[in-house]
């Protein structure tokens, strides 16, 4: 079994930080990637940024410039810092794992957390 688990949510005026944490946990063998994905209300979940293994990043243009992805191989973690927020960023948001496990080394998977609620108030 592999748990992703969000911390760092909650509630932040316009203009303000927040710093999300998501630590994967379990019979993981590697870790491909790591990444965060978003949804509000009435949308479908949309990829906010992503880090590969090697620490290539990938961002949503709408958060370029705003946030940072990193990530900590030997904790098996992943951090987003989100500065300058504005109310548009308010959603739920998901920490996604792309990985394999001791019990199948050869098939890639997603896993995801059960997300952390993230609203930002103008």
């Known amino acids: 079994q592999v748990q992703l688990v969000e911390s760092g949510g909650g509630l932040v005026q316009a203009g303000g930080s927040l710093r999300l944490s998501c630590v994967a946990s379990g019979s993981i063998f590697s870790i491909n990637s790591m990444g965060w994905y978003r949804q509000a209300p009435g949308k479908q979940r949309e990829l906010v940024a992503s880090?590969?293994?090697?620490?290539?990043?990938n961002y949503a243009d709408s958060v370029k410039g705003r946030f940072t992805i990193s990530r900590d191989n030997g904790k098996n973690a992943v951090y987003l810092q989100m500065n300058s927020l504005n109310p548009e960023d308010t959603a739920v948001y998901y920490c996604?794992?792309?990985?394999?496990?001791?019990?199948?080394?050869?098939?890639?998977?997603?896993?995801w957390g059960k997300g952390t609620l993230v609203t930002v108030s103008s």
């Open positions: 996604n794992a792309v990985l394999t496990t001791r019990e199948v080394t050869n098939i890639v998977r997603n896993y």
């Open positions: 880090i590969g293994s090697g620490g290539r990043t």
